[in-house]
C-alpha cells in the first residue's frame, strides 16, 4: 500500500546556514532534520512526504524547505509559508514553484487577522495559476472566511490543516460541526493530523476516533489525508510516528479503499502525480 505523510517539519541541524527565529520550538531529542525524517519514514513504510515550513522556528525563511524539496523530488513536496501582507509574496511563491519545486503553500491571515484579505487572495490566485494546493491553517473563528475563500477560488485544491485543531472537550462538538460544514466545498481536502494532537490519552487516541469517522465519512475517504506531525517528540509527545500510522492501518477500523486512500491516494493525487502508485 502506498503511504504518503502529507504533515511533516524539518528543522536543519546547520543554523549558522539556517538561523532560526528567537525563541524557537525545538525537537526535545535534536531530530528534526532531513535526515532524521528520512529514517523515520523508511521505517514505516513511508513513500513520499509534504515537508511543510516550520514557521515557530524560521518563520518566512523559507530557505531550508526549498533546498531540502529541491535535493529530494523524489519523495519530498514542499510547502512553504509566505507572508501575505508583503506584496512581494505572489511573485516569490511563483518562483518557488519554478526554482524549487515547490508544490504547495501555507496559507495564514494577514496581520489584521483576516484570511479573506488582499494578500491572501493574491497568494490563492497564484497558487491556482500555478498548479499549487494551499494549505490553510486556521481555527473555526474563521470558518465563514474559509467559506468565502473556497467559493471565491473553486477550482484551487485546497487543505484544511488539522481540520480548525478538533480537540477532545468542551469545544470538540462546535468545531467538528464547522468543519462538517465546509465538507460541501468540493475543492476542500481535510487533514487528519487533529487524532494525536487533539486527545487527551495516549495511543491509540480513541477520544477523538469518533470525531475522525465523522470527517471521513463528510468528506469521503478520496478527500482526506493522513499526515505524522513529525518530529513527534515534540508535536505529538505522546504518539510516536508508527503509533499515529498503525491508528489509520489498524485502529480506526478503516475499510481497505478508504484506508488506501486517506493514507496514499488522495495525496498522490494532490502533490505527487508522477510517483507510481
Known amino acids: 500500500m502506498l503511504i504518503i505523510d502529507t504533515h511533516a517539519h524539518i528543522y536543519a541541524k546547520d543554523e549558522k546556514k539556517y538561523p532560526p527565529v528567537a525563541k524557537p520550538l525545538r525537537p526535545p531529542a535534536g531530530k528534526g532534520a532531513v535526515e532524521d525524517l528520512q529514517a523515520a519514514v523508511k ?6 512526504v509534504c515537508a511543510i515550513q516550520t514557521t ?6 523559507n530557505r ?4 531540502s524539496a529541491a535535493a529530494h523530488p523524489d519523495w519530498i513536496a514542499g510547502v512553504c509559508t509566505l507572508d501575505p501582507d508583503d506584496p512581494a509574496s505572489p511573485g516569490t511563491l511563483a518562483d518557488f514553484g519554478k526554482r524549487y519545486g515547490i508544490r504547495g ?3 495564514i491571515p494577514a496581520k489584521d487577522g483576516r484570511l479573506d484579505h488582499p494578500g491572501v487572495r493574491a497568494l490563492w490566485k497564484t497558487a491556482l495559476d500555478n498548479g499549487l494546493v494551499i494549505n490553510v491553517l486556521v481555527g473555526r473563528e474563521k470558518t465563514a472566511e474559509v467559506d468565502r475563500m473556497l ?7 485546497v487543505v484544511l490543516d488539522h481540520c480548525m485543531n478538533v480537540k477532545a472537550g468542551p469545544d470538540m462538538a462546535a468545531i467538528l460541526a464547522d468543519v462538517l460544514r465546509l465538507s460541501r466545498r468540493p475543492n ?3 487533514k487528519l493530523t487533529f487524532v494525536p494532537t487533539g486527545s487527551m490519552t495516549g495511543y491509540p487516541c480513541a477520544d477523538l476516533h469518533g470525531a475522525c469517522l465523522k470527517v471521513i465519512d463528510a468528506f469521503g475517504a478520496d478527500r482526506c489525508v493522513w499526515g505524522s506531525d513529525f518530529p513527534n517528540d ?5 504518539v510516536g510516528y508508527a503509533e499515529h500510522l498503525r491508528i489509520f492501518v489498524k485502529d480506526l477500523g478503516l475499510k481497505d479503499g478508504a484506508r488506501a486512500a486517506i493514507l496514499g491516494g488522495t495525496a498522490r493525487r494532490l502533490w505527487f502525480p508522477r510517483l507510481a502508485a
Open 234 to 238: 515534540l508535536w505529538t509527545p505522546k
Open 188 to 190: 476542500l481536502h481535510a
Open 151 to 157: 467559493a471565491a477560488f473553486p477550482k484551487l485544491r
Open 64 to 67: 531550508y524547505i526549498c533546498d
Open 105 to 107: 503553500m501555507r496559507s
Open 56 to 61: 515557530t522556528f524560521y518563520r518566512f525563511d
Open 43 to 48: 521505517a514505516n513504510g513511508v513513500r513520499a
